[in-house]
């Protein structure tokens, strides 16, 4: 029955995260820009907008120079978040791709830095003053889930071990439409039930900043209102029509 259960849950969540994320994805792509509007200083060529996005996403550039403990904290967070992800590869590939191996060891202690980071971003929100002023309950609430599945990743890690095996054999057989069972262990239960809340959540939380990272105006905007005039897809429309 919990083998059932999960495996409806595990393909419900995987479609709402998919079909949510490519909806958001459309309503991002169709929103107007009427204003050129690039946080300056601001690359004056595409190509500069192109550096300029991948320090964003990869070295998150103006956090960086917004304030170095959230910069660190979010950073710890995002990378060990990466590695995490990439090491659970091994549940759903067979054989597991030599480099998904090299990972291991990392990915194992990422967790760990994963954990550290989340709590430490969860402790900002709640003792400086002016980022508690700003922070909604949502935000509480999604670092709690983010720290509740790390917590309890760790747990079956180092300290109940679970059939790995089987665990793997079941996710294997979601990939295949070939039911497998599920260990019986409340732990992996509550592990794999936040991991679903996650999937259906992130398409309707702050989470698409993802996403909506790269249909930032102020972060993908060409600086160069002097050179070219900048006109909004539905005016360019408004004016042939006229």
Request: proline share 5%; no cysteine; charged share 15%.
């Amino acid at each position: 029955m919990m083998s059932t259960f999960f495996a409806i849950l595990f393909y419900f969540a995987s479609l709402v995260l998919v079909v949510g994320t490519l909806y958001r994805i459309s309503v991002y792509t169709r929103t107007p820009a009427p204003l050129k509007i690039p946080t300056t200083p601001a690359p004056t060529t595409g190509g500069g907008v192109v550096l300029r996005m991948m320090r964003e996403v990869f070295l998150f550039e103006s956090l960086f120079k917004a304030n170095l403990w959230t910069w660190g904290l979010g950073w710890l967070f995002h990378v060990s978040l990466l590695l995490v992800l990439l090491r659970h590869l091994r549940y759903f590939t067979e054989p597991v791709w030599s480099w998904v191996a090299m990972i291991q060891p990392f990915g194992m202690y990422a967790g760990i830095t994963m954990v550290l980071g989340v709590a430490g971003l969860w402790a900002r929100r709640l003792f400086v003053e002016r980022i508690r002023y700003i922070s909604t309950p949502s935000d509480h609430l999604m670092l709690a889930l983010f720290l509740a599945i790390g917590l309890s990743g760790l747990t079956m890690r180092f300290v109940v071990h679970g059939d790995v095996i089987a665990v793997k054999g079941f996710m294997l057989g979601l990939m295949h439409f070939d039911l497998q069972t599920l260990p019986s262990n409340i732990l992996l239960y509550l592990h794999l039930s936040l991991v679903a809340l996650l999937m259906m959540i992130f398409p309707i939380s702050k989470l698409l900043h993802a996403p909506g990272l790269f249909f930032s105006p102020s972060r993908n905007q060409v600086d160069n209102p002097r050179e070219k005039r900048h006109i909004a897809a539905w005016a360019k429309r408004m004016e042939s029509e006229n």
